[in-house]
Nanobody, 123 residues
């Protein structure tokens, strides 16, 4: 059974940090790129970050560049999103998604997705 499980969300004050984790099972994780998307209430889902299958390439939305860092540990079937300098506008449900080899910025290009984790940043 394919599973992507996000964790690490929570409530944090503006300027604070959180580290999201995404753990995978049921598919060949090390052959898959992983993306992070987020969706705030009343807004469309948006691309946040992506890391390709071996961690060699990462990409970020302009809104998070310089603040968020994606990494992965293929031995643990896990991807991480370190979020620093959080802002109230980062408040959203964060989803991890997976597809073979390389990242894309469109959610529909991904094959697997998790249930999401809530991140709330207070001002």
């Amino acid at each position: 059974q394919v599973q992507l499980v996000e964790s690490g969300g929570g409530l944090v004050q503006a300027g604070g940090s959180l580290r999201l984790s995404c753990t995978a099972s049921g598919f060949t994780f090390r052959a898959h790129a992983v993306g992070w998307f987020r969706q705030a209430p009343g807004k469309e889902r948006e691309f946040v970050s992506g890391i390709d299958w071996n961690g060699g390439n990462t990409n970020y939305a302009d809104s998070v560049k310089g603040r968020f860092t994606a990494s992965r540990d293929n031995d643990k079937n896990a991807v991480y999103l370190q979020m620093n300098g959080l802002k109230p506008e980062d408040t959203a449900v964060y989803y991890c998604v997976a597809r073979l080899w390389t990242t894309r910025i469109q959610f529909t290009d991904y094959t697997y997705w998790g249930q999401g984790t809530q991140v709330t940043v207070s001002s």
